[in-house]
């Protein structure tokens, strides 16, 4: 096997968008993103925290989709090792000079990865004003930064395996009594993750996660969803999570995308970091008071686009953790406590 392009970060995700003026109204008006560029079809948004010019872009569509996630990568050369990488393994690799892909982002490669994703690798990036005390600018859920993204995909060991093979470190699972893997939590840099798998039809986009740094930001972007009459955009919390320690909210955009806004999770920098392993039976794995999970968080999703820019079919899903009989979802056994 070739080496593994040496992997950062989770660094930004381009979505598509069928309405990009009712886009900004969600990710910039309400959730307060900072806007460091746009142009007629786009826009390039960062987090208070973020150096790099952008950590999500939205780009005018016909589907609402996930375009591609992007990580970054830790030197120049690592972008080639990333072609050399994914072309060993048959996949398909386009590169993507300086100026011909993602505006901000330099040289690049793009492949479909085993899992059917659309994967950037890339090293140099241009810089964005520094905002982090530039509380003045601060607004709404006063995100500091993308934290991960959450991928559904029918063959969980399947994409453990794959991003293992990228170095990632495993901090959480969710496993059936007989060590089956429901899901997945996995990391470069060293907090919980960088990707999670959540069981389901795939390649599809679960969400992207968003960080700041206080629950009751947490609390404050979910009152004025509900101040504003939107509170049908608040698809499931506020609440605390088992996988992860983190206080959580997770909301649709006018297309469907989610997004989680999420904070205080957990270090997980030293070499031998353990995994900490859920029972799916147990109802505080997803959230820690027992809340259930409501059912189109684990059903619905984003489609995803391959390098041509079509929608990549979807294969259904080997385990279905939404039909495992647990207390908290209200699906039957209580577990008699
Ligand atoms: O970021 C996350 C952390 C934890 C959880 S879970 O619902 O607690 O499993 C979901 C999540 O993947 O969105
Ligand atoms: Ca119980
Ligand atoms: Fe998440």
Known sequence: MSTPPDVVRSAYAQLAVTDLAAARWFWVDMLGLHVQHEDADALYLRGTDELTHHSLVLRAGPVAALDHIAYRVRAPEDVERAGRFFAALGRPVRRVPAGTGTHGVGDAVRVVDPLGFTVEFFHAIARGERLIQRYDLHRGARIARLDHFNVCTPDIPAAY??????????????????????????????????????????????????????????????????????????????????????????????????????????????????????????????????????????????????LDGA???????????????????????????
Not at 190 to 209: C, N, W, Y
Not at 263 to 288: I, K
Not at 318 to 326: F, T, W
Request: glycine residues 10%; aromatic residues 10%; contains cysteine.
């Open 161 to 306: 395996a794959h991003y293992r093979s990228l170095g990632f470190g495993c901090s959480e699972t969710i496993e059936g009594d007989e060590h089956e893997l429901y899901a997945a939590w996995m990391y470069r840099k060293q907090t919980v993750h960088d990707v999670a798998f959540t069981g389901g039809a795939g390649p599809r986009l679960h969400h992207v996660g968003m960080a700041t740094h206080e629950s009751h930001q947490v609390l404050h972007i979910a009152d004025v969803f509900g101040s504003l009459g939107k509170e049908h955009h608040i698809e499931r919390g506020p609440g605390r999570h088992g996988v992860s320690n983190a206080f959580y909210v997770y909301l649709r955009d006018p297309d469907g995308h989610r997004v989680e806004i999420y904070t205080s999770d957990y270090y997980t920098g030293d070499p031998d970091h353990e995994t900490y392993r859920w029972n799916v039976h147990d109802d505080r794995r997803r959230d820690f008071w027992g809340n259930a999970v409501i059912e189109s968080w684990y059903k619905e999703a984003s489609p995803v686009l391959d």
């Open 311 to 337: 929608v990549q079919p979807v294969s259904e899903s080997v385990l279905d953790e939404s039909a495992v009989q647990v207390g908290a979802d209200g699906l039957g056994i209580v577990d008699g406590t």
